[in-house]
């Protein structure tokens, strides 16, 4: 029954192959297959074409992860996408492989690693095997029993220390003594027999899901920052390259040496937050040779170990990542912010792949608390291509919903099951599901996922109080009670605050859906745990949940402003409250700032994001930000250096210093309302969805000026403040459509505009 009922969950969420055309390919493993942990696999078919296509579509599916070359040359560089878009299926790719085929004899060559281990990013279906089906009007090219398979035992698993158990990858040992590339371009080795598994849809990887996401992009080759002069002899010790910043890396090097030396390759994030992360061993054959490690890692640093006598020939690395463009940008006259805001993008970039991850060493997981403030940081950094990796999250988290109505993360994920409630109401929520919503317009991907939403928002109770009931205890064993990192945090007061958030993203989800009834529901039940929030947990000067003994929790103060519970009249406390309180972790403070922002206290909120942020913006050692406020003992929860929950201050930059938001879907209009604060100008600019925009704010002795760039098809709602009495538009003088909370309200059409505003 959960299989049925998991299924049928999924196919509303994802669209499968077969609903398109047949699947005809088989899944096909070598003869030999055991299944083993951390196994390699090469295919290889031989076929005649009369005729070149101008286009091939291939549908290629394994477990874990697949390179394919075409008469030689490279067509996919990591392939697949970790399993699984529901607790039972598989991503599958789709690539044209027209460009890579000839008239004549062609062959095609793929290599599958087989994780053969659960971690928080993959969950195994325990079978190493791969499927290709390619169906086009003049050939038809399908794995089946005519495919050769070999099992490429020169790929091994390096020694002793083990990746940490959250990591489904292994380290890769290569022994170029029992192997080689050659199985690429030449089909004349020795291969073995392939067994047919069946046709899909078959267990263990049940029904294929299209991969919603780009292959990755591949920077080709690059050379180290502190490139050396080749060629040169080791002398044994270790040799250490550069990178120009924390990146998607895989090391390559070329040598000249005897048989039986081993190569050591690891980076400087090779413990990540404190456990093992991913390395390298090679091991030599006599002669020239080189060798490109397909695992990928990550760092600022590549340590090559290299024994001493082997000549080194060339050492380079390849970087790959998620396939979008860095269209946003942030610039102010303090050069402080715009280091954060960059350092932000930074993280944000080397933490998305096949999902949102935590950290791109310790763990590969997304965690649905760093996913909401990634996803918002994308809208104003990234292309829109970054909005399918939301999506896909967004799919992800409601499929693997259980049938108690429970959801949790990271998933997809193999050994991991626990729910974060507080985690999860924010990813259902305002900031979550609804901010993805008004970015992109996809009110398809709300349909999907609006019932499952209910149900998990079912299964909260208020109590006679009118308040959250208390789900878990501390050592539930089916949840993880949690709060934030670091200390003094009032779990219970973030938990109705996080609810209220939720309920207040399925409201507007209600209303976009015509669910009137169900946003009556939401709203009800806002108005009535709102006034049991502040009749309960006010006590006049801050916000105290009912057990809560400890310093006052500054997250509390401000995701009360933040959600709407707390009104303008207690704002003045809770800002005395903000410049004493020093609790947060870099990700709660987002939702601080954002609160001292929303009280209109824009100054202190910059000065505060500057006090916090400045000792890993200011650290010149790291590209990246933290975990916590500093590394090593200073580090929460182990202390990783690239943690993308850390850049909400980009989010906040672009957001209230510059002004911009959506007010209507896929932003066909968008609010303009800068508060700079201390700052004499700030611009921002990215392609959005309805295409690019970009602003200017400038003080002047005299007032403010603004240079603003509005979509064709989208309208600008730019606020000016009261005080400025003339506004000129394009040196045309305006009058405000409407006053609203002490600004000028002017609504300005697709183009170029300056705005003067004067005091006099």
């Keep these: 029954m959960r299989i049925i009922i998991l299924t049928i969950v999924y196919l509303i969420g994802f669209n499968t192959f077969s609903q398109n055309k047949t699947w005809k390919g088989q899944w096909i493993t070598s003869f030999e297959q055991q299944n083993e942990t951390n196994n390699w696999t090469a295919y290889q078919k031989s076929f005649q074409l009369n005729d070149v296509p101008n286009e091939a579509l291939a549908k290629i599916a394994c477990d874990s992860k697949y390179w394919m070359w075409i008469n030689g040359e490279m067509a996919v560089f990591e392939g697949q996408l970790k399993r699984g878009p529901s607790p039972d299926d598989t991503y599958y790719d789709e690539v044209d492989i027209a460009p890579f085929l000839k008239q004549g004899k062609n062959f095609i060559s793929i290599l599958v690693w087989y994780f053969g281990k659960d971690g928080f990013s993959h969950n195994s279906s325990g079978k190493a095997a791969l499927i290709f089906d390619c169906q086009t009007q003049g050939f038809d090219l399908l794995s089946d029993l005519t495919w050769k398979a070999s099992i490429r035992r020169e790929f091994g698993t390096a020694g002793l220390p083990l990746p940490n158990f959250r990591l489904p990858e292994s380290s890769i040992r290569y022994d170029a003594r029992l192997g080689n590339f050659d199985f690429i371009s030449s089909n004349n080795l020795k291969w073995g027999r392939t067994r047919s598994l069946g046709t899909p849809p078959i267990l263990p990887w049940n029904n294929l899901v299209k991969r919603p996401l780009p292959l990755w992009r591949d920077y080709g080759m690059k050379n180290y920052t502190n490139q050396m002069k080749f060629p040169f002899v080791s002398n044994g010790d270790t040799i250490v390259c550069h990178l120009p910043y924390n990146a998607q890396i895989t090391p390559y090097f070329k040598i000249e040496a005897k048989e039986g030396e081993e190569i050591k390759i690891l980076t400087d994030h090779y413990q990540g937050g404190g456990p093992y992360n991913i390395r390298a061993e090679y091991i030599t054959r006599e002669g020239i040779q080189e060798y490109e490690n397909l695992g990928w890692m990550n760092g600022q640093k590549v340590y090559y170990i290299i024994p001493k006598g082997v000549r080194v020939l060339d050492i380079k690395y390849r970087e790959t990542g998620y396939n979008t463009e860095f269209t946003g940008s942030f610039n102010c006259n303090d050069d402080f912010y715009n280091r954060l805001w960059s350092k932000a993008l930074r993280t944000l970039y080397v933490t998305m792949r096949d999902t949102y991850m935590d950290c791109p060493d310790r763990e590969r997981a997304q965690w649905w608390g760093d996913a909401v403030n990634e996803s918002g940081e994308t809208f104003y950094a990234m292309c829109p291509k970054s909005r399918f990796l939301t999506q896909k999250a967004i799919l992800e988290l409601m499929n693997w919903q259980r049938a108690d109505g429970t959801i949790f993360s990271p998933i997809p994920a193999g050994n991991w099951d626990r729910e974060l409630p507080g985690q999860m109401l924010a990813s259902i929520g305002y900031y979550g599901f609804w901010n993805y919503y008004m970015n992109t317009g996809d009110k398809e991907t709300m349909v999907k996922v609006y019932k499952g939403v209910k149900r998990y928002l079912d299964i909260w109770q208020l109590d006679d109080n009118g308040l959250l009931v208390k789900r878990m205890n501390e050592s539930d064993h089916k949840g993880w009670y949690w709060g934030d990192w670091g200390t003094n945090i009032d779990k219970d007061l973030l938990m109705n605050e996080w609810y209220y958030l939720a309920l207040k993203g399925y409201k507007e989800m209600s209303l976009i859906l015509d669910k009137?009834?169900?946003?009556?529901?939401?709203?009800?039940?806002?108005?009535?745990?709102?006034?049991?929030?502040?009749?309960?947990?006010?006590?006049?000067?801050?916000?105290?949940?009912?057990?809560?003994?400890?310093?006052?929790?500054?997250?509390?103060?401000?995701?009360?402003?933040?959600?709407?519970?707390?009104?303008?009249?207690?704002?003045?406390?809770?800002?005395?409250?903000?410049?004493?309180?020093?609790?947060?972790?870099?990700?709660?403070?987002?939702?601080?700032?954002?609160?001292?922002?929303?009280?209109?206290?824009?100054?202190?909120?910059?000065?505060?994001?500057?006090?916090?942020?400045?000792?890993?913006?200011?650290?010149?050692?790291?590209?990246?930000?933290?975990?916590?406020?500093?590394?090593?003992?200073n580090g929460y929860g182990g202390g990783s250096t690239n943690h993308a929950w850390s850049g909400g201050g980009l989010t906040i930059l672009s957001q209230y210093v510059c002004g911009l938001y959506p007010l209507e879907p896929a932003w066909k209009s968008f609010m303009v309302k800068p508060n700079l604060g201390g700052l004499e100008y700030a611009e921002t600019e990215n392609e959005t969805i309805a295409g690019k925009v970009k602003v200017k704010v400038s003080k002047t002795k005299s007032g403010m000026e603004m240079d603003l760039t509005v979509p064709l098809g989208s309208e600008a709602v730019v606020y000016i403040p009261e005080k400025e009495k003339k506004v000129t538009v394009n040196g045309k003088k305006l009058s405000p459509k409407e006053v609203k909370d002490g600004h000028q309200l002017f609504r300005l059409k697709g183009g170029q505009h300056i705005l003067v505003a004067l005091h006099k």
């Design 516 to 633: 009137s009834g169900q946003a009556d529901w939401a709203d009800n039940t806002m108005t009535h745990l709102k006034a049991a929030f502040n009749r309960t947990f006010w006590k006049g000067d801050q916000y105290r949940s009912y057990s809560y003994n400890d310093d006052t929790d500054d997250r509390g103060q401000a995701l009360a402003v933040v959600a709407g519970l707390a009104d303008y009249d207690k704002y003045e406390a809770i800002f005395k409250l903000l410049q004493k309180q020093r609790y947060s972790s870099p990700y709660m403070e987002k939702y601080v700032i954002e609160a001292l922002f929303i009280m209109g206290q824009p100054e202190y909120g910059l000065q505060r994001l500057k006090e916090r942020f400045q000792p890993m913006v200011d650290n010149k050692d790291y590209s990246t930000l933290f975990e916590g406020w500093g590394v090593g003992r």
